[in-house]
């Protein structure tokens, strides 16, 4: 079968902004400052364009204080210089994530380094819309935020550490995983998902296994490690998408206006994944298909939506799925209406998270 080439993605077009670079390293747009020093935001309730919002993190209270005198938010007293690396832990083609220690506080922390091209308008946008968002969340599902720098032409930011890895992680250890367990992984996403679409009006756009995180004690929190792979203006010319793009929704791919209900579609794929064990696409009937980049374009657009083997999974469960799957958008749930779904509440309190870390047994 003679498949054909989908349309390039089309992103946002890039909007001209005014920004200041000095010979000292200090960058500045708008009311965002950042150095080497740390990071200042002088409008303590940032607000967001959810068409071209991304997300990687939340803000710790504790680590933000409000000078109310002229406006200005910025982030406690830590800096690199802080900070003892203890090894690499995850990277990309233009960044790297590390494991580092506070060496006054013992406290360990991620430092998320990426590379900021600031004559780039779009990349620009980007990465300063995040680090506004970053700064701006504070949710228990969403992952901390402490600091971010930017010297010799790279961001670094400073994070929450994860120490249970990522659902990614998880799902290599256990090939499909018990109802109980995905209901509680739905409703700790879903519970971030909201504080990211009704405080701060931000769309996430790359909600996905690897960046759903996992501490000891069996909490979820949204993060973002794949920043690097949205800033390009199309698929055609960046095949790194190829991760990110599996979990897309159809009116992304094809380039169309896009809202909140765009992150309940990578919802409902990741949420199959779990309980089947593998990508849903193919579809089971067609398992043995081998689809190309872009074949599996086409076939997310073209073809059905997944859905669970109904002899398998319940009808709550199915029901679930099937609202996060709609292709179309504008028919798909809120997260407010997904939150208060039967399937939630018939599992309520019986999937524990921290039993799917390494070293419990197997489920």
């Excluded at 292709?327 to 798909?332: G, L």
Aim: aromatic share 6%; net charge negative; with cysteine.
């Amino acid at each position: 079968m003679q498949r054909r080439r989908p349309d390039p993605l089309n992103l946002p077009p890039e909007i001209k902004t005014s920004y200041t670079l000095t010979n000292a390293g200090r960058f500045t747009e708008g009311d965002l400052t950042i150095s080497k020093d740390g990071l200042t935001i002088s409008s303590p309730a940032p607000s967001f364009s959810s068409a071209v919002s991304s997300i990687g993190g939340g803000a710790d209270d504790s680590t933000r204080a409000l000078d109310h005198d002229n406006g200005v938010t910025s982030t406690s007293e830590l800096t690199l210089a802080d900070l003892e690396e203890l090894g690499v832990i995850g990277s990309g083609s233009s960044g790297v994530a590390k494991k580092v220690r506070n060496k006054h506080t013992g406290q360990l922390l991620v430092l998320k380094v990426i590379q900021f091209d600031v004559s780039s308008d779009v990349i620009r946008k980007q990465v300063t819309t995040e680090l506004r968002t970053l700064h701006g969340a504070s949710h228990a599902h969403v992952v901390k935020y402490h600091q971010a720098f930017f010297d010799n032409g790279a961001i670094t930011i400073v994070m929450e550490y994860m120490d249970g890895g990522s659902l990614a992680d998880v799902l290599k250890l256990h090939k499909g995983l018990p109802e109980p367990y995905i209901a509680e992984l739905a409703r700790q996403i879903l519970s971030g998902l909201m504080h990211l679409h009704k405080d701060l009006h931000v769309v996430h756009r790359d909600i996905k296994p690897s960046n759903l995180l996992l501490n000891g004690k069996g909490e979820l929190k949204i993060s973002d490690f794949g920043v690097s792979g949205q800033l390009t203006s199309s698929v055609s010319n960046c095949l790194s998408w190829v991760g990110t793009v599996t979990y897309m929704s159809p009116e992304r791919i094809k380039g169309d206006s896009y809202s909140f209900d765009s992150d309940l579609w990578s919802l409902g794929l990741t949420l199959v994944e779990c309980a089947l064990g593998r990508f849903p696409y193919p579809p089971p009937h067609d398992a043995g298909a081998q689809l190309g980049f872009w074949e599996l374009l086409e076939y997310i657009v073209m073809e059905g939506a997944p859905s669970l083997p109904k002899d398998q999974f319940s009808p709550e469960f199915c029901d679930f799925i099937s609202k996060c799957l709609l292709k179309d958008a504008r028919s798909r749930p809120s997260v407010q209406e997904l939150s208060r779904h039967a399937f939630l509440s018939m599992h309520k309190g019986k999937g524990a998270l921290a039993d799917l870390l390494p070293g419990k047994p197997q489920l």
